[in-house]
């Protein structure tokens, strides 16, 4: 395993990247787990450790948005093929009727992303241009990948569960798992062990 520390130490004096926490698990255990770098750069250098916690951006679309979704197939609360206005009725017009499950995970729905700033307009402005949208091409001819998608599959979960989606995943998937350090809103009392981009733009309440 030492040619790890050469490719991230190389990545960091390139200026790839300021840090980096490497963890390598076999048959159940962690065999290799190493800090590299710092977790800030601003307004003062902090090092990385092997406990910080970044930001997973858009693999919480995998972790636990679809997770979440493939929970309710499996209980036979939801089909892959069901069109969305099953479950959110309001979503039909402007032709998304025929837009399904399956679409909004595959990025073949036909929706691309509304330009929407959740922390100043909220997540009902968000559902309430989604609702106004319109495809820019039908459902299953064309991949775009759309942050929208998942936004309807977060609606869908909460719609299903009643349950917002970070109460639902916390409940249903990280704590089930032990991931005691995953969620969607961490407390201020983990700042200190977290990843400085995830502290500047993701957590910090408005």
Not at 19 to 32: D, E, I, N, P, R
Not at 89 to 97: S, V
Not at 104 to 126: E, F, M, P, W
Not at 145 to 168: A, K, M, P, T, W
Request: glycine content about 8%; charged content about 20%.
């Amino acid at each position: 395993l030492a040619p790890i520390a050469e490719v991230v130490e190389e990545a960091i004096r390139a200026g790839n990247i300021p840090g980096a926490v490497v963890l390598v698990g076999s048959k159940g255990w962690a065999v290799y787990r190493h800090a590299f770098g710092d977790s800030a750069l601003v307004p003062e250098k902090l090092p990385m450790k092997p406990d910080t916690i970044f930001d997973v951006a858009s693999l919480t679309k995998v972790v636990a948005t679809t997770t979440a979704v493939m929970q309710f197939v499996e209980k036979g609360r939801l089909r892959i093929e069901d069109p969305v206005a099953k479950v959110w009725p309001d979503f039909k017009g402007n032709g998304k009727e025929h837009i399904t499950v399956r679409h909004l995970l595959t990025h073949y729905s036909g929706l691309r992303d509304i330009n929407v700033n959740h922390k100043q307009s909220g997540y009902d402005t968000a559902l309430k241009m989604i609702v106004a949208s319109k495809p820019v091409s039908a459902p299953g001819t064309r991949f775009q990948y759309s942050d929208v998608n998942f936004i309807i599959l977060g609606e869908i979960v909460q719609r299903i569960s009643g349950r917002s989606l970070d109460v639902y995943c916390d409940q249903f998937i990280f704590k089930l798992l032990g991931m005691k350090d995953t969620g969607f809103k961490p407390s201020r009392s983990l700042l200190d062990r977290i990843a400085a981009a995830l502290t500047e733009a993701c957590w910090l309440p408005a």
